[in-house]
């Protein structure tokens, strides 16, 4: 124990204030919350064609296989690190999935990274509720 004491001492630190406990480390500042915009079904649908975002499908090909909204673009989310160039950061991206959960996380990840995006709240779910065009593959 004296040599672990005279350690400390050398180190600037008196034995009083280092035996027993460990200091707390400092209180690490958090992160700024953000909420993830989402776009309703309805309202995507009332967009014309000329502002219509770029569509993301987050989903994996075989829930792609079931059915797509027309014109999107398909990129399983555990592929989008690695495609990221196949997105542009300055356009307006809508992303979605089944019902709304994996694309307002990806939605979440692509802002984090300087992406306009936005998560289709309730996914292609509420789109085809809303009575919105499905496209399957044949």
């Known amino acids: 124990m004296a040599l ?4 400390k001492k050398m180190l600037g630190a008196s034995p009083a204030q280092t035996s ?7 209180p690490q500042p958090e992160p700024e919350p953000f909420i993830v915009p989402e776009i309703m079904a309805a309202e995507l649908m009332g967009v014309g ?3 219509r975002p770029f569509l993301l499908d987050c989903r994996e090909l075989y829930e ?3 059915g797509f909204i027309p014109g999107s673009v398909h990129i ?3 592929e989008i690190p690695y495609r990221l ?4 950061p300055a356009a307006d991206l809508v992303v979605y999935c089944a019902h709304g959960h994996r694309s307002h996380d ?3 990840w692509l802002i984090e990274r300087g992406f306009r995006a936005r998560s289709l709240r309730g996914g292609i779910a509420a789109w085809q509720m809303q009575g919105g065009p499905v496209t ?3």
């Open 4 to 7: 672990l004491d005279a350690v």
């Open 76 to 78: 399983p989310m555990r």
């Open 49 to 51: 064609e000329a502002a």
């Open 64 to 66: 792609r296989r079931g």
């Open 85 to 88: 160039a196949a997105l542009d």
């Open 106 to 108: 990806v939605a979440g």
């Open 20 to 26: 027993g406990s460990t200091p707390a480390p400092a």
């Open 136 to 138: 399957r593959e044949g």
